[in-house]
């Protein structure tokens, strides 16, 4: 198995905790630290809308909450056919602590498509603003 398909494999296992009952639309990310940690997201919706959590973004705090610095790459999985890259707030979260990293999008049916975020992510806000 290569790194992107292990990774890829990480996110849909994730998957299978989704809490998405109001939309049922289930994502698995998986986010590889420099340190050689995955570490994994599942998106949590609420019944108030509005404070649903991504994938990316629960993979990406976690890994920040346990202290990991540096990431390399991210995997997003979802059963779509067009392949889900992550939102525009996951974008920008991703921006801040992962920089260009590799996103690698995949499906259920082994179809996979690989972006760098910064392609994703053009003129980027980020604190060099500041
Ligand atoms: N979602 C993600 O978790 N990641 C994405 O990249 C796209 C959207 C979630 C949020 C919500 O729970 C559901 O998918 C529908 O928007």
């Known amino acids: 198995m290569t790194a992107a398909e292990k990774l ?3 996110a849909s296992a994730a998957r299978e905790n989704a809490h998405a009952p109001y939309s049922n639309f289930r994502v ?10 995955v570490i994994t997201g599942c998106n ?5 809308y509005g404070l649903t959590v991504c994938a990316e973004r629960v993979a990406l705090l976690k890994a920040l909450s346990e202290g990991e610095r540096g990431f390399e790459a991210i995997a997003v999985v979802a059963d779509t056919e067009r392949l ?14 992962c920089g ?13 498509k690989t972006f760098r975020l910064a392609e994703l992510f053009p003129e980027p806000f980020d604190a060099s603003f500041l």
Do not use: K, Y
């Not at 698995?28 to 340190?35: K, M, Q, V």
């Not at 949590?44 to 108030?48: D, I």
């Not at 260009?100 to 996979?112: H, K, P, S, Y």
């Open 8 to 10: 890829i494999a990480a």
């Open 28 to 37: 698995g990310a998986a986010l590889r630290a420099r340190s050689g940690r």
């Open 44 to 48: 949590v919706e609420n019944a108030s």
């Open 84 to 97: 889900t890259p992550p939102c525009g707030a996951c974008r920008q979260l991703l921006w801040e602590f």
């Open 100 to 112: 260009d990293i590799e996103v690698i999008a995949a499906n259920l049916r082994g179809d996979t």
